[in-house]
């Protein structure tokens, strides 16, 4: 199975900071790395797809880069809804695996 | 909008079957260019994806779960289901049901998730 690892896992920051969460993969896996937000109770959400689509309804401020194997997820202007749990997901090969996530909190 | 929504009994026994349904509303199960996941997350830790199935039946399943995973689908009732044999305290997380997009193979709807417990 690829592995992903994602970093840091955890990071605080405030709102209006900008903030880039960094997923690497143990092979290259192409553009096929998406990413998600997770929060307690709630369905996860799709954020990005294929390296740097934007899912529909999902705000500008999220933008994701990369290729290979090292991947970014980058926020701009933190708001309050952004503080969750991010996770990388590799769809390159099955099984399709998820880094162990990067939680933001309120500093 | 499409949405998902996972039922299913909260307590099992160790040994016995954990039995998960997923009721996809606001689109057809059968709609061309989508398949229908199972994804698991332990207490405090990451995703773990379990297995998919089209609504024609075809399924791809994790290899690490072996020969105890079947999941079946009624398009008729726009249901999707899972069934996890030998369930131990290994098993204990909450479950969600997602939408998979065959181009890029990524979930982009998801279901609230329901927590099972595996417990005497």
């Known amino acids: 199975d690829i592995q992903m690892t994602q970093s840091p896992s955890s990071l605080s920051a405030s709102v209006g900071d900008s903030v880039t969460i960094t997923c690497r993969s143990s092979r290259d896996i192409r553009i096929y790395l998406n990413w998600y937000q997770l929060k307690p109770g709630k369905a996860p959400k799709l954020l990005i797809y294929k390296v740097s689509n934007l899912q529909s309804g999902v705000p500008s401020r999220f933008s994701g880069s990369g290729s290979g194997t090292d991947f970014t997820l980058s926020i701009s202007s933190l708001q309050l809804e952004d503080f969750a749990t991010y996770y990388c997901q590799q769809s390159y090969s099955s099984p399709p695996t998820f880094g162990l996530g990067t939680k933001m909190e309120i500093k | 909008q499409v949405q998902l929504q996972e039922s299913g009994p909260g307590l099992v026994k160790p040994s016995q079957t954990l039995s998960l349904t997923c009721t996809v509303s606001g689109d057809s199960i059968s709609s061309g260019g989508f398949y229908w996941n199972w994804i698991r997350q332990h207490p405090g830790k990451g995703l773990e994806w379990i297995g998919h199935?089209?609504?024609?039946?075809?399924?791809s399943y994790n290899p690490s779960f072996k020969s105890r995973i079947t999941m079946s689908v009624v398009t008729s009732e726009s249901q999707f289901s899972l069934k996890l044999s030998s369930a131990s305290a290994a098993d204990t997380a909450v479950y969600y049901c997602a939408r998979g997009v065959d181009l890029g193979d990524y979930h982009d709807v998801w279901g609230r998730g329901t927590q099972v417990t595996v417990s005497s």
């Open positions: 199935i089209y609504s024609s039946g075809a399924t």
